[in-house]
Structures are given as C-alpha cells and as structure tokens.
C-alpha cells in the first residue's frame, strides 16, 4: 500500500509516498474475531507497551536517555498497526523550507532555518564518485552515493523531543489555531512531528549526529545519535527551557561543525579498547527580541573578552589554575545545562559520540565573551587546532550603532573557553562598499542589518571565504585580519525581491584541470536559486587599476526557490548541489573550454503535497499487484504515478524497486526555455504552461503498444488527455467534444461539462469521463473521437450534423430517421398502408414508448457531479456513483440503465473504487461510512462505519481494494488508516497517524 501524507501548511511541507508490507507472522483473515474494534485493539497495544516498558533497560545521565530498540514510529502509540509497518519513502529527495518572498529577510539570514536541510558530504576513497552524502529528509536522513545519486541508506524516524517542550508547542498552536488550514497541538494528539534540519555522518559511516525539533517549533532543540539507521541516544540542548514563565528566550541549534575525532574507551564486551568518537561543535543562538531590552539593558556598553594571541601553553595553564573567568562548564559538574545569562545569545555545546553513546563535555556562553553577539554560521579552520569561526550578526538594540549592524565574525577556543579575536575587517567601511551602478537603499539598510550567512574555507592556509546577506563575498585573512577583495552580486530580474540576494553557500574547486588552465574558480549560490562562478585569478587592469575577478559562468534558477547548499566534489570538476524548496539534488560538470556547467546527473521530485498517486498497472483484477515470480510480475510493475499539487502540476513515476527508474512526463519540450523567454520565473511561472492539477487518472496494460495508455483529467477542466507511459509524454489525442474549444482564446466549454471521474474500458479502446453536470461522455482512445454518452441523448447536435439532419442526410443515432425508415416499411409498392388508423395508433404507441424511455432515463440519470465510474470486466456494465446519492448501472454498449436503477445509497458519495474479479464496488460517502455494493445481485451487501461506533470521524479521503480483493482499505481526514474485512464486515486493524492521509493506493 503507498500513501501521502500533508503535514502543517504553515511548516515545511513534506512530500512522502510511504510503502508497507505484511509481517510474516499475520494470521489468515479467515481467523479474525467478529467483535474486533477501536477499544480491542487499543486494549492490545497498552498491553503490549506495559511489556516492553517492563523488558527495558535504560541509562540515564544529566543529559541523555538511551532509546529503546527496536524504536518506535512516529505514529500514535495508541493506533499503531499490527498488520503493516512504514517500509520506506519515495519521492523525497531534501528537505523543504518554504519561505516568503515578500519578505524583507531572506531564508539564508533566518536564524533557525538558515541551516535546514543541507547536506554533509563526506569523501572516502580515491576517487570523488566513491563519495556519501548525507541529506536531512523530515523526520529521517538518508545517505546517497555520489556515482548515481542512488540512496543506500535511509534512517529511521526520529524520537520525540523533550516533553517540557510541549508548553511551548501548545502555545505556538494556539496562536496557529484560528487559521483553519494548519494543524494545532490538539489535532496532533498533544504530540508534534519532528523535523530534522542537519545531519553529519562520519567516515565509516557507522553512525550519524543529527539535530531535530517538533515542526511548530521550526528551530532544532534535540541532538540524536544514530548507529547505521537505528537511533540510540537523544541529547536534550535546552533543559533550562521549562516550566511556563520561562524568561530565557526562544533558543535553538543554528550549525554543528565537525571537529575531528577523539579517541575514548569502550564499554561492554570490548571494554578496555579504544575507539573513535565523533567531536562536534554545535552551535546555539537566542532569537532576538526587541520588546525583552530594557532601557538599562540597551544601554550598557558590549565587553569583550579579547586574549589576543592563544599557545597551548595559554590553553594548559587556564585549565590548571581553573576556568572562572570564562563562562564555559563541564557537564560532569554540573546536573543539567545551566541558563546562560540575560546578555548571552549564543553557546557552543561540545558534543562526543561514540558508538554507542553521546554526551556534552562543555559548554560555552558567549555573556562574557561577546555580549549580544548571534552566531548564525560557523566553521573550523583548517590547521586552526581546538578552534571554531562563527560569522553572524550583534542582537538590534535601542543604542545601535551602524557598526553593530554590519556581519561580525568571531575565532573561539573550545578547549580554553574564550574569544580569541574579534575581526573588524567587515565593519561598515568594507560592507558598504557597492558594485558600480548599484543602487542602494538608505532607509532599508538601516533597516535590516548584514548578517553572515555562509562560511567557506578556502584551499590557501587563514583564508576564508565569507558570504553575506546582501549579496557580497568577502575573502578575509583571518591571521592578518585583513579583508583581500569584494565579490558584488545583484539580482538581474526585476520581479525577485532583493532580500533573495543573500548568499547561501560557498565552494572552492580543488582538481588539477582548473590549475592546469589556469583558473581558480569559486562557486556562489544565491537565495534566487543562480549559481556563480568566479575565477579568483587576479586580472591587472590596462590603465594600472586595481586587479579585478572574472565571472566566468552564471546559471540562472537552478533551483527554484533558492540553493540550499552546493559544494565541489573534491578532485573533480563535479559541483553537488540542493534547493531550498526544489526538492531535488543537482550535480553539474565543468569540462567546457569556456567553463559552461552541464547538468551531469540530478534527480528530482514534487514541490508541492501529492494530490494523486496511483500504481501505473493495477493489475487485470484490479485490486492491486504482486510482485514476484510466482504471478509473472517484476520490478517493473512496482511504479507509481504520482500527481503533484498546487504550484507543481507535474506527473512522475516512482519506483519501489529502482530509484533510477523515477522521472517526470513531459508535457512538451522546451518549457523552462519558453517560460523564461515569457517573463515567468520559478515553478509558479513554468505552470502556467502546464495543464491544470490532475484529479483523476486512469490506466490501461491492454493496448499500451498501440497506443496511450494514461488518460488524465484535470480539475475545472472538461477535456480529457492522454498519455504514453512508454515515452513518458503526453502524446496522445485530446478527448472533448466537436463542439469545444481547444484555443483557451476562444469561449471555453460550459462549467458542467468539467470532468470529476474517469475510468479505461478493460480492453482499453475506451475512456468514459464523467462531469459536473451528471453526464459521462465516451472516447475512443486511438482516435480521440467521440462515441456517445450516458444518457444516450445527453450529446446535443453540432452545427454540421444539424446541416445534415435539414438536408435528410444519414446521421448515426436521430431518431427522425428512424422514424423515416419504419414509414419507408409501411409503403407497399409506392402505396400508403391500408389502414391509416393502424399506422397512427403505431405512431402513439412509439411516441409513448418514446416518452417512457425518457422518463426512465431521466430517473436514472445523475443530477449532479459523477464521483466515481467503474466497468466490469467484460465491458457489459458500467457503474457510476454520484454526489446525488444514486448509484446507477448502465449497459455498456446501448447506453441505457439498468431497469433497477439507480439504487439510492443512505449518503452522498465521494469517492468509487471497483474490483473487477469479485464485481464489488466501494463507495465512500459523506456520513464517514463505506457501502459495498454487489454489481452481480444489485444489492448492498455491506456497510463499513458511519453512524456505528467503530469507523472513520472524517471525510474519508481515499479507498481501495487489497490484491486479493477482501480487505478494503481506506484513509480519512482524521489522520487514520484502517483495514476492514470484506467477508466479515469488521474492522480487522487501523493506524493513527499524526498527519492527514490524503490518497492511498494498492
């Protein structure tokens, strides 16, 4: 089974298709108990978890627990699934984080999500293909090989976080809670999803430090150590947090960098060896709150703790005679992490992981060190030993100054606890510097101050590279303190805003074909989603000016919507890159003679929530498939078609069985060139020239080499579409009506002729689209022609056929001409019939039976919008399901009801599923309940929650049969999935999830 899943529209939106699959241990279905419910199943469950809380051994220090294994999912413990378990996730490549764009702050220069969702690249072996890269994906990471961009690893979900941190969540909802559109704390069940925003795995990459946070938070609060996939121990960074009236602020993890290793001794069966530990600085900062400063506050003046030049000898003696000038502290002497002061807005946690186990050694509050300074990025210096860079900005006060609002950068000690120097190459002098024929706003830049946003350590010894919100990269010598050169960006197009101008990530090309042709090229991406080049090989100018730098390439919107990160493949000209909200992964190739980048290798996936996911074949039953080697089936029939949401409008495949196998239909080549050419930027603008969010879709195995094989619907749209899944490309004729207009210049088709439903004819000649207005029109799928419709006389005449018909010329289907030809009988040798009182009684009695045919059909047909449409397997009947609450049989081939239609159902339908083997039809309906209904016996033969106790308290938003036809599956806006049982007509298991379940498939 796939499903989607929609977490809170006012948070990154995650885009999952989640696959399970049966455990080896379930029972047959014939065994299932007939008074199995909610409070059974419940009852089970808190047993089962009083068990394994009896069976668990934990740990406790002063700042971390160690999970239970195996560990649990985020579902809710009280609607965990018995029969089916999370088996992996399709379609999600990085982590999103939508931003706004009128927005005077970029999403580089947020202080909590400046960081979210990069990755970590971690080289092994020789060559740079050989090279893993970690990427945060929600609520797990995965790792991926550099050589495909192919997963080999994906994590488990995370644990939650500390529970004194559910005040702050429930009042963060509670603000939320009268925007209808977003789910609260109470709709999560008191709990929220954890997000993860970095992940560092190390060399072996036997285990993997993450930072993580509830989602209504949007700022990382927790470090989790995993080993391989299976999380083990969760650090609480903010302990001092709790209570209602806590006045420290809203705290959160801003960076985490990798410090090396250290070598520790083991515990357990390997006690008394050693083994590497991972050495980790995070970084933590306060938000900034103007309304918190007092006069006194705002008033005093910022010391700085400047030691000026550090030795390990300085290191050794402040460690012997005591650290009481600093504001650093162990944690073995301490119970928890004390509260940093009111002045403080930053503080280094100095983390070790090992194996097994993860602790913080020391703590570093910047009070002291440097008062009001928010560190937002950091780094450590190579040959810089026990050293960490962090850029950011001071916190906006009453008395501050235009020095205070430039970007800062700070070099702290972690062993000794102190600053070691303060830079001021950056001050105003440096950062108001413009390109030439840039303007500037005054009132903006006072407005909004510089912040660091990204760090890079260049390939020369105390060289960093610094980027900046505005636009600016700055190269320092951090020994001299010395800023060498400026690199000015702007951006070109005027609809973007200029707070995307930010730089958001840095790197420097390393590989010997560069130095060979004699360029040093540093690669910039920018919140606008360009990437830049720049050879740093210094130009002389003619005229005896300064030196200049060339701009060797610029790629425009590479990643819609911002690049997250981008990093030089070590010893290859390869450039690795992510977006912000792309949700794709870029690798690029610089080998032209002109320094052009290629895209080499991406892979990509939706934007925007799933709205419809369905499996390419479902297989002749229609229940499903089976992948495996006793039905005939193989990899290949595990793809999913997928149709993104609003803002995406896109049709992929994914693959359960092969990842290189995912890709996106074309819809027509040359999109992204046309959009650009018409003025449209991001993904927004390249769908306005797609069709509109497909709600339906339909596919067929039986003709897929003849012709298309997917037909789509699309929503306020009355044409239909077909595709080749065979080419990936809508290639196919487009099903309408003679009379509609396919210009969009023209007068559209009336507003009850858009299509809601849509099903393929079993031998696949044939498509039936139903509409607003109650009518279902037939195509021919090689042709695209029309066929008829249901009613059989809903077609009205087009202006050629009514010529025709005034002309006396044949037209298939008029009644006047069978009436013309029954009088053509009649004559006997050019001689009217005998008895004319004989002819007009025959006359009556056609125009009667004539009148009753049109009152059956006018009964049977649908006065409002077709849900759903099902044909059985050898196309004699067509069932449809309306939200007028009538079930309707037709005859497939005249186009006629059934004499017992329509049979009323109890409720309005939604939603129609049909498994052809049993001849069983499921209709979702408006009361919360499912009817099955027998096409064979025309009679309803069950009846799935509703009005009864055990059963969905949502509209239900999908359903579909299993691969054997007797378990029906169904999902709801409750947030819950359950499995009922067809032949016994109970609900077998459910599982509540703590987010909304919109689309399922089988």
């Not at 890269?133 to 961009?149: A, E």
């Not at 309304?291 to 030049?309: A, H």
């Not at 807005?345 to 928010?374: P, Q, S, W």
């Not at 892979?603 to 089976?626: N, V």
Request: aromatic share 6%; proline share 5%.
């Amino acid at each position: 089974m796939v499903f989607t899943r929609r977490v809170a529209s006012n948070q990154s939106t995650t885009h999952v298709a989640g696959t399970t699959e049966n455990n080896n241990n379930v029972a047959d279905d014939s065994t299932a108990s007939s008074n199995i419910n909610d409070e059974t199943i419940s009852n089970n469950l808190k047993r089962k978890q009083r068990s394994e809380s009896n069976s668990t051994v934990t740990s406790k220090s002063s700042s971390s627990d160690i999970l239970d294994t195996p560990i649990k999912s985020n579902l809710d413990d009280a609607g965990s699934s018995h029969l089916f378990q999370p088996h992996r996730s399709l379609g999600l490549l990085t982590a999103s984080s939508p931003h706004n764009t009128s927005a005077k702050m970029s999403p580089s220069a947020s202080l909590f999500t400046s960081q979210r969702g990069k990755f970590h690249l971690e080289p092994a072996g020789k060559s740079s293909l050989e090279a893993f890269v970690t990427v945060p994906l929600g609520d797990r990471f995965q790792i991926m090989n550099c050589s495909k961009l192919v997963p080999v690893l994906v994590s488990r979900s995370l644990p939650p976080s500390a529970a004194h941190h559910l005040y702050t969540i429930k009042n963060s909802a509670k603000k939320d809670s009268a925007e209808s559109n977003k789910l609260n704390y109470h709709d999560a069940g008191g709990r929220d999803e954890e997000e993860m925003f970095q992940a560092i795995s190390d060399t072996s990459l036997g285990i993997t430090a993450v930072t993580h946070g509830p989602k209504l938070l949007s700022r990382a609060i927790s470090i989790t150590l995993y080993q391989r996939t299976r999380p083990l121990v969760c650090l609480d960074a903010f302990p001092f947090t709790t209570g209602s009236k806590s006045r420290n602020g809203r705290w959160g993890i801003v960076d985490v960098i990798q410090l090396g290793k250290q070598k520790i001794a083991m515990t357990g069966e390997k006690e008394g060896k050693l083994e590497n530990a991972l050495l980790l600085a995070v970084v933590c900062a306060r938000a900034n709150d103007r309304k918190k400063f007092s006069t006194n506050q705002s008033s005093k003046e910022i010391d700085l703790e400047v030691v000026g030049e550090d030795s390990d000898e300085s290191e050794s003696e402040s460690s012997d005679n005591g650290e009481d000038e600093s504001s650093s502290s162990d944690a073995s002497s301490i119970d928890g992490i004390a509260a940093p002061p009111s002045d403080c807005y930053g503080r280094v946690l100095l983390v070790r992981a090992g194996r097994n186990t993860m602790e913080i050694i020391k703590t570093i509050d910047f009070g002291g060190l440097g008062a009001y300074f928010i560190p937002f990025v950091g780094i450590h210096p190579a040959t810089y030993v026990n050293k960490i860079l962090l850029g950011g900005r001071f916190a906006e006060r009453a008395s501050m100054n235009n020095a205070n609002k430039t970007p800062s950068l700070m070099l702290i000690n972690v062993k000794s606890g102190k600053m070691i120097h303060s830079f001021n190459c950056l001050k105003p002098k440096g950062s108001s510097k413009m390109q030439k024929g840039q303007e500037q706003d005054e009132s903006n830049d006072n407005d909004i101050p510089v912040t660091v946003t990204t760090l890079q350590q260049s390939p020369a010894v105390d060289t960093i590279a610094v980027g900046t919100s505005d636009g600016c990269v700055h190269l320092i010598n951090t020994l001299h303190d010395v800023k060498l050169f400026t690199l000015n960006h702007k951006i070109k197009h005027p609809k973007l805003s200029k707070a995307l101008n930010a730089i958001s990530s840095l790197s420097f090309r390393t590989d010997g074909n560069a130095t060979r042709q004699g360029v040093a090229p540093l690669a910039v991406g920018r919140d606008d989603g360009s990437i830049s080049v720049w050879d740093l090989t210094p130009v002389e100018d003619g005229n005896g000016g300064p030196t200049r730098k060339t701009l060797l390439t610029e790629m425009e919107l590479v990643h819609c919507g911002g690049v997250s990160k981008l990093e030089y493949l070590p010893g290859e000209p390869l450039v690795l890159s992510t977006g912000l909200v792309s949700n794709s992964i870029v690798m690029h190739v610089f080998d032209a003679p002109d320094h052009s980048g290629r895209v080499l290798r991406s892979r990509k996936g939706h934007t925007s929530p799933p709205a419809l996911l369905r499996y390419l074949h479902p297989g002749a039953g229609g229940g499903g498939i089976l992948a495996n080697a006793s039905d005939g089936t193989d990899a290949s029939s595990c793809q999913i078609l997928s149709c993104g949401g609003p803002g995406d409008l896109s049709l992929r495949v994914f693959s359960s069985a092969r990842s290189n196998l995912d890709k996106e239909y074309s819809q027509g080549p040359g999109l992204e060139k046309k959009a650009k050419k018409l003025g449209y930027l991001g993904p927004e603008g390249r769908a306005e020239l797609l069709l509109p969010e497909i709600i339906g879709l339909a596919s067929s195995e039986a003709r897929s080499r003849d012709w298309g094989d997917l037909v789509t619907i699309h929503r306020n749209h009355a044409m239909a579409y077909v595709w080749s899944t065979k080419r990936g490309t809508q290639s196919g004729p487009v099903l309408r009506q003679p009379q509609w207009n396919v210009s969009a210049m023209k007068q559209r088709p009336p507003r009850s002729a858009n299509a809601t439903s849509l099903a393929i004819s079993v031998c696949g000649n044939f498509a039936l689209v139903g509409t607003v207005g109650g009518v279902i029109y037939k195509y021919n799928l090689q042709s695209g022609l029309p066929r008829g419709s249901y009613p059989k006389d809903a077609i009205t005449q087009t202006e050629e056929e009514e010529r025709r018909r005034k002309r006396g010329l044949k037209v298939a289907g008029d009644v006047g001409r069978s009436i013309r030809m029954l009088e053509k009988n009649l004559m006997k040798g050019g001689v009217a019939a005998g008895d004319l009182d004989q002819a007009e009684r025959d006359r009556v009695t056609f125009l009667e039976m004539e009148a009753k045919r049109k009152a059956n059909i006018d009964k049977a047909s649908h006065v409002d919008a077709v849900v759903g449409i099902a044909i059985d397997s050898l196309n004699k009947t067509l069932v449809t399901a309306g939200a007028d609450s009538k079930l309707v049989l037709w005859n497939f081939v005249t186009h006629m009801p059934h004499t017992k239609s329509p049979i009323m159902l109890p409720s309005p339908a939604t939603k129609l599923c049909h498994v052809r083997d049993s001849d069983l039809a499921a209709i979702a309906m408006n009361d919360f309940g499912i009817v099955v209904f027998d096409c064979s016996s025309l009679s309803i033969v069950r009846y799935f929650g509703g009005s009864r106790k055990v059963g969905h308290t949502g509209l239900i938003s999908d359903l579909g049969f299993g691969p054997d036809g007797r378990k029906l599956f169904t999902s709801s806006m409750d947030g819950s999935i359950r499995v009922w049982d067809v032949p016994t007509g109970v609900c077998v298991d459910w599982s509540k999830c703590l987010w909304l379940v919109e689309v399922i498939s089988m």
